[in-house]
Protein backbone atom coordinates (compact mmCIF):
# COMPACT_ATOMS: atom_id res chain seq x y z
CA UNK A 1 0.00 0.00 0.00
CA UNK A 2 1.07 3.58 -0.72
CA UNK A 3 1.87 5.50 2.47
CA UNK A 4 -0.34 8.01 3.61
CA UNK A 5 2.82 10.71 3.41
CA UNK A 6 3.51 9.41 -0.17
CA UNK A 7 -0.17 10.19 -0.94
CA UNK A 8 0.10 13.52 0.77
CA UNK A 9 3.71 14.37 -1.42
CA UNK A 10 1.85 13.44 -4.69
CA UNK A 11 -1.06 15.86 -3.81
CA UNK A 12 1.65 18.23 -3.30
CA UNK A 13 3.64 17.69 -6.38
CA UNK A 14 0.57 18.19 -8.36
CA UNK A 15 -0.28 21.54 -6.33
CA UNK A 16 2.84 22.69 -7.34
CA UNK A 17 2.67 21.34 -11.22
CA UNK A 18 -0.64 22.87 -11.72
CA UNK A 19 0.36 26.56 -10.02
CA UNK A 20 4.05 26.18 -12.02
CA UNK A 21 1.74 26.20 -15.20
CA UNK A 22 -0.58 28.85 -13.91
CA UNK A 23 1.84 31.03 -13.67
CA UNK A 24 4.10 30.19 -17.29
CA UNK A 25 0.92 30.26 -18.77
CA UNK A 26 -0.26 33.92 -16.65
CA UNK A 27 3.24 34.98 -17.80
CA UNK A 28 3.28 33.98 -21.17
CA UNK A 29 -0.12 35.70 -21.20
CA UNK A 30 1.46 39.04 -19.95
CA UNK A 31 4.86 38.67 -21.96
CA UNK A 32 4.32 36.82 -25.13
CA UNK A 33 2.78 37.63 -28.21
CA UNK A 34 -1.14 37.84 -28.32
CA UNK A 35 -3.04 34.48 -28.89
CA UNK A 36 -5.88 36.78 -30.17
CA UNK A 37 -3.39 37.36 -32.92
CA UNK A 38 -3.51 33.80 -34.68
CA UNK A 39 -6.92 34.53 -36.02
CA UNK A 40 -7.54 37.85 -37.25
CA UNK A 41 -10.28 39.99 -38.13
CA UNK A 42 -10.84 40.80 -41.47
CA UNK A 43 -13.30 43.62 -42.54
CA UNK A 44 -15.21 47.07 -41.57
CA UNK A 45 -14.64 47.62 -37.94
CA UNK A 46 -17.54 46.46 -35.61
CA UNK A 47 -17.98 47.61 -32.08
CA UNK A 48 -15.29 45.32 -29.45
CA UNK A 49 -11.82 44.55 -29.82
CA UNK A 50 -10.09 42.88 -32.70
CA UNK A 51 -6.98 41.63 -34.00
CA UNK A 52 -5.57 43.16 -37.33
CA UNK A 53 -2.80 41.48 -39.78
CA UNK A 54 -1.20 44.08 -41.68
CA UNK A 55 2.18 43.51 -44.15
CA UNK A 56 5.29 45.50 -43.17
CA UNK A 57 8.76 44.63 -44.06
CA UNK A 58 8.48 41.65 -45.54
CA UNK A 59 6.58 40.03 -41.88
CA UNK A 60 2.95 39.57 -41.05
CA UNK A 61 2.27 41.98 -38.14
CA UNK A 62 -0.34 42.21 -35.80
CA UNK A 63 -2.33 44.92 -33.81
CA UNK A 64 -5.52 45.25 -31.79
CA UNK A 65 -7.86 47.26 -32.80
CA UNK A 66 -10.71 48.78 -30.28
CA UNK A 67 -14.21 50.17 -31.64
CA UNK A 68 -15.88 51.75 -29.11
CA UNK A 69 -19.68 51.43 -28.17
CA UNK A 70 -22.07 53.13 -31.06
CA UNK A 71 -18.59 53.93 -33.77
CA UNK A 72 -20.38 55.71 -36.59
CA UNK A 73 -18.55 54.76 -39.74
CA UNK A 74 -19.97 57.38 -41.23
CA UNK A 75 -17.98 60.21 -38.90
CA UNK A 76 -14.53 60.15 -39.15
CA UNK A 77 -13.07 59.20 -35.22
CA UNK A 78 -10.02 60.28 -33.44
CA UNK A 79 -7.51 57.54 -33.24
CA UNK A 80 -5.18 56.97 -30.18
CA UNK A 81 -1.73 54.56 -30.59
CA UNK A 82 -0.48 53.43 -27.82
CA UNK A 83 2.76 50.95 -27.58
CA UNK A 84 3.27 48.46 -25.13
CA UNK A 85 6.28 48.11 -22.96
CA UNK A 86 9.57 45.85 -22.93
CA UNK A 87 8.28 42.09 -21.59
CA UNK A 88 4.60 43.03 -22.83
CA UNK A 89 1.87 42.65 -25.48
CA UNK A 90 -1.26 44.49 -26.45
CA UNK A 91 -3.43 41.93 -23.39
CA UNK A 92 -1.56 43.43 -20.71
CA UNK A 93 -1.23 46.88 -21.99
CA UNK A 94 -4.76 47.35 -21.89
CA UNK A 95 -5.19 45.64 -18.90
CA UNK A 96 -2.47 48.33 -17.36
CA UNK A 97 -3.49 51.56 -18.80
CA UNK A 98 -7.47 51.55 -19.40
CA UNK A 99 -7.59 53.04 -22.57
CA UNK A 100 -10.10 51.09 -23.74
CA UNK A 101 -12.62 52.56 -21.42
CA UNK A 102 -11.95 56.38 -22.60
CA UNK A 103 -12.48 55.03 -26.28
CA UNK A 104 -16.07 54.17 -25.32
CA UNK A 105 -16.34 57.44 -23.14
CA UNK A 106 -15.33 59.83 -25.89
CA UNK A 107 -15.32 57.73 -29.07
CA UNK A 108 -12.22 57.05 -30.23
CA UNK A 109 -10.38 54.33 -32.22
CA UNK A 110 -8.05 52.57 -30.37
CA UNK A 111 -5.19 50.76 -31.91
CA UNK A 112 -2.61 48.73 -29.53
CA UNK A 113 0.15 47.23 -31.97
CA UNK A 114 1.96 44.33 -31.03
CA UNK A 115 5.62 43.91 -30.90
CA UNK A 116 8.42 41.24 -32.12
CA UNK A 117 10.55 39.20 -30.75
CA UNK A 118 10.19 37.03 -27.08
CA UNK A 119 10.56 39.62 -24.67
CA UNK A 120 8.42 41.38 -26.98
CA UNK A 121 10.11 44.67 -28.08
CA UNK A 122 10.41 47.98 -30.31
CA UNK A 123 13.33 48.63 -31.78
CA UNK A 124 13.31 52.44 -30.53
CA UNK A 125 16.10 55.28 -31.66
CA UNK A 126 18.69 52.57 -30.64
CA UNK A 127 19.05 48.65 -31.56
CA UNK A 128 17.21 46.74 -29.07
CA UNK A 129 19.81 43.40 -29.88
CA UNK A 130 20.08 42.76 -33.91
CA UNK A 131 17.57 45.01 -35.51
CA UNK A 132 14.95 42.96 -37.36
CA UNK A 133 11.88 45.02 -37.78
CA UNK A 134 11.34 48.63 -39.51
CA UNK A 135 8.54 49.54 -36.36
CA UNK A 136 8.04 52.91 -37.76
CA UNK A 137 6.98 51.64 -40.80
CA UNK A 138 5.02 49.33 -39.35
CA UNK A 139 3.13 52.06 -37.64
CA UNK A 140 3.06 53.37 -40.94
CA UNK A 141 1.71 50.69 -42.31
CA UNK A 142 -1.18 50.58 -39.61
CA UNK A 143 -2.30 53.90 -40.39
CA UNK A 144 -2.09 53.43 -43.93
CA UNK A 145 -4.00 50.24 -43.65
CA UNK A 146 -6.69 51.41 -41.04
CA UNK A 147 -8.56 53.95 -43.85
CA UNK A 148 -9.82 50.61 -45.17
CA UNK A 149 -11.07 48.99 -41.74
CA UNK A 150 -13.23 52.27 -40.33
CA UNK A 151 -13.46 55.72 -40.84
CA UNK A 152 -10.13 57.87 -39.01
CA UNK A 153 -9.52 61.99 -38.92
CA UNK A 154 -5.94 61.53 -39.68
CA UNK A 155 -6.02 65.56 -38.22
CA UNK A 156 -6.56 63.79 -34.61
CA UNK A 157 -4.21 60.46 -34.69
CA UNK A 158 -2.59 60.40 -30.96
CA UNK A 159 0.23 58.60 -30.33
CA UNK A 160 1.82 57.35 -27.05
CA UNK A 161 3.28 54.40 -24.84
CA UNK A 162 5.10 53.24 -22.14
CA UNK A 163 8.46 52.20 -20.66
CA UNK A 164 10.27 50.78 -24.29
CA UNK A 165 6.70 51.61 -25.70
CA UNK A 166 7.60 55.16 -24.62
CA UNK A 167 10.90 55.12 -26.23
CA UNK A 168 8.73 54.22 -29.27
CA UNK A 169 6.74 56.98 -29.55
CA UNK A 170 10.06 59.21 -29.04
CA UNK A 171 11.29 57.57 -31.97
CA UNK A 172 7.60 58.35 -33.66
CA UNK A 173 8.28 61.86 -33.06
CA UNK A 174 11.71 61.89 -33.99
CA UNK A 175 10.87 60.07 -38.04
CA UNK A 176 7.35 60.52 -38.16
CA UNK A 177 6.19 63.32 -36.49
CA UNK A 178 3.72 64.40 -39.35
CA UNK A 179 1.21 61.61 -39.50
CA UNK A 180 0.01 62.60 -36.15
CA UNK A 181 -1.35 65.44 -33.74
CA UNK A 182 0.35 64.96 -30.27
CA UNK A 183 2.20 63.03 -28.38
CA UNK A 184 2.38 61.12 -24.70
CA UNK A 185 4.98 58.73 -23.20
CA UNK A 186 5.39 56.93 -19.39
CA UNK A 187 8.68 55.71 -18.37
CA UNK A 188 10.08 56.25 -21.36
CA UNK A 189 12.81 54.38 -22.62
CA UNK A 190 14.71 57.06 -24.62
CA UNK A 191 18.04 55.35 -24.92
CA UNK A 192 19.52 58.84 -26.73
CA UNK A 193 18.64 62.23 -28.65
CA UNK A 194 21.40 61.90 -31.36
CA UNK A 195 19.77 61.95 -35.29
CA UNK A 196 16.42 63.13 -33.99
CA UNK A 197 14.97 65.39 -36.05
CA UNK A 198 11.41 66.38 -36.24
CA UNK A 199 9.84 67.22 -38.97
CA UNK A 200 7.58 69.89 -36.95
CA UNK A 201 7.01 71.06 -33.51
CA UNK A 202 4.74 67.96 -31.83
CA UNK A 203 2.90 68.81 -28.45
CA UNK A 204 3.97 66.32 -25.41
CA UNK A 205 2.71 64.73 -22.21
CA UNK A 206 5.56 63.15 -19.91
CA UNK A 207 4.90 61.27 -16.83
CA UNK A 208 8.14 59.40 -14.95
CA UNK A 209 8.62 58.18 -11.73
CA UNK A 210 11.85 59.62 -9.30
CA UNK A 211 11.80 56.24 -8.05
CA UNK A 212 12.33 54.05 -10.89
CA UNK A 213 14.04 51.21 -10.77
CA UNK A 214 14.06 50.29 -14.82
CA UNK A 215 14.40 53.60 -16.38
CA UNK A 216 15.95 55.79 -13.86
CA UNK A 217 14.77 59.35 -13.63
CA UNK A 218 17.81 61.37 -13.52
CA UNK A 219 18.97 58.72 -16.22
CA UNK A 220 22.25 56.40 -16.56
CA UNK A 221 22.07 52.26 -15.86
CA UNK A 222 19.46 50.66 -14.52
CA UNK A 223 18.73 50.27 -10.64
CA UNK A 224 20.48 46.69 -9.55
CA UNK A 225 23.14 45.00 -11.40
CA UNK A 226 20.54 42.11 -11.20
CA UNK A 227 18.66 44.26 -13.63
CA UNK A 228 21.72 45.17 -15.73
CA UNK A 229 22.01 41.50 -16.10
CA UNK A 230 18.28 40.73 -16.94
CA UNK A 231 19.55 43.73 -19.58
CA UNK A 232 22.20 42.01 -20.70
CA UNK A 233 20.50 38.50 -21.45
CA UNK A 234 17.06 39.71 -22.76
CA UNK A 235 19.59 42.45 -25.09
CA UNK A 236 17.63 45.60 -23.57
CA UNK A 237 20.37 48.50 -23.83
CA UNK A 238 21.11 49.66 -19.76
CA UNK A 239 21.21 52.77 -20.00
CA UNK A 240 19.14 55.88 -20.82
CA UNK A 241 18.58 59.29 -21.31
CA UNK A 242 17.65 61.29 -18.03
CA UNK A 243 13.87 62.62 -18.53
CA UNK A 244 14.71 66.03 -17.63
CA UNK A 245 17.27 66.06 -19.91
CA UNK A 246 14.94 64.67 -23.06
CA UNK A 247 12.23 66.62 -21.97
CA UNK A 248 14.40 69.87 -21.98
CA UNK A 249 15.78 68.74 -25.55
CA UNK A 250 11.82 68.37 -26.70
CA UNK A 251 10.73 71.52 -25.35
CA UNK A 252 13.93 73.54 -26.98
CA UNK A 253 13.47 71.70 -30.58
CA UNK A 254 9.38 72.91 -30.36
CA UNK A 255 10.83 76.75 -29.87
CA UNK A 256 9.42 76.77 -26.45
CA UNK A 257 10.22 79.33 -23.45
CA UNK A 258 12.96 77.44 -21.67
CA UNK A 259 11.61 78.79 -18.61
CA UNK A 260 8.65 75.96 -17.27
CA UNK A 261 5.96 77.21 -15.92
CA UNK A 262 4.69 75.28 -12.56
CA UNK A 263 1.48 72.95 -12.45
CA UNK A 264 -0.41 72.80 -9.06
CA UNK A 265 0.34 69.30 -7.69
CA UNK A 266 -2.20 66.65 -7.63
CA UNK A 267 -1.11 64.43 -4.79
CA UNK A 268 2.65 62.75 -5.89
CA UNK A 269 2.62 64.12 -8.94
CA UNK A 270 4.14 67.64 -9.63
CA UNK A 271 3.75 68.62 -12.77
CA UNK A 272 5.38 71.71 -15.06
CA UNK A 273 4.63 73.49 -19.04
CA UNK A 274 6.84 74.45 -21.34
CA UNK A 275 4.69 76.97 -23.47
CA UNK A 276 5.22 80.05 -26.16
CA UNK A 277 5.97 77.39 -28.23
CA UNK A 278 6.42 77.20 -32.06
CA UNK A 279 2.73 76.25 -33.47
CA UNK A 280 1.42 76.27 -29.66
CA UNK A 281 3.02 72.93 -29.25
CA UNK A 282 3.14 72.79 -25.54
CA UNK A 283 4.88 70.47 -23.70
CA UNK A 284 3.42 69.16 -20.26
CA UNK A 285 5.55 67.24 -17.96
CA UNK A 286 4.56 65.09 -14.82
CA UNK A 287 7.23 64.02 -12.17
CA UNK A 288 5.68 61.16 -9.72
CA UNK A 289 7.14 61.69 -6.12
CA UNK A 290 8.78 57.98 -5.16
CA UNK A 291 7.02 56.76 -8.56
CA UNK A 292 8.18 53.62 -10.25
CA UNK A 293 8.43 52.24 -13.11
CA UNK A 294 4.47 51.72 -13.61
CA UNK A 295 1.39 53.36 -15.27
CA UNK A 296 -0.01 56.16 -13.06
CA UNK A 297 -3.44 55.74 -12.10
CA UNK A 298 -3.48 52.25 -14.12
CA UNK A 299 -3.10 49.16 -12.94
CA UNK A 300 0.10 48.39 -10.83
CA UNK A 301 2.35 46.20 -12.00
CA UNK A 302 4.39 43.96 -9.25
CA UNK A 303 7.95 44.24 -8.09
CA UNK A 304 8.64 47.73 -9.75
CA UNK A 305 7.63 50.33 -7.50
CA UNK A 306 5.02 52.70 -6.50
CA UNK A 307 1.85 53.23 -8.97
CA UNK A 308 0.66 57.04 -7.96
CA UNK A 309 -3.31 56.90 -7.45
CA UNK A 310 -3.17 60.79 -7.20
CA UNK A 311 -3.20 61.41 -10.74
CA UNK A 312 -4.36 59.21 -14.30
CA UNK A 313 -2.15 59.60 -16.53
CA UNK A 314 -4.74 58.00 -19.70
CA UNK A 315 -7.05 60.65 -18.77
CA UNK A 316 -4.61 63.53 -18.57
CA UNK A 317 -3.30 62.44 -21.88
CA UNK A 318 -6.47 62.33 -23.39
CA UNK A 319 -7.25 65.93 -21.91
CA UNK A 320 -3.79 66.88 -23.69
CA UNK A 321 -4.73 65.27 -27.14
CA UNK A 322 -8.60 66.42 -27.70
CA UNK A 323 -7.39 69.87 -27.51
CA UNK A 324 -4.70 69.26 -30.50
CA UNK A 325 -5.74 69.14 -33.69
CA UNK A 326 -2.82 68.31 -36.58
CA UNK A 327 -2.54 71.36 -39.37
CA UNK A 328 -1.54 69.93 -42.68
Not at 23 to 30: C, M, Q, R
Not at 126 to 138: H, I, K, L, S, Y
Not at 156 to 167: C, I
Not at 191 to 198: A, K, M, R, S
Amino acid sequence: MVSRFAQFALVIAVILIVLSCAVLAGFYWATGPSLRCHQPAEGPAEPGWSARAVSSGGLDRCYYLYTPKGYDPARAAPLVFSFHGFLSNPDSHALITGWRKLSDEHSFLLVLPQGTEFPQRWYATETWGTRTTDDVQFYMDILAGLNSVASVDQARVYVNGFSNGGGMTFDLGCRAGDTFAAMGTVAAAVVTTEDCNPSRPMPAIVFHGTADPIVPYEGGEMGSPLLQAAAEITHAPPVFVGVQDWVAFWAEGNGCDPTAETIPPQGDASGVRYSGCDGDAEVVFYTIDEGGHSWPGGFPIPGVGKTSRDIDATEEMWEFFQAITRED
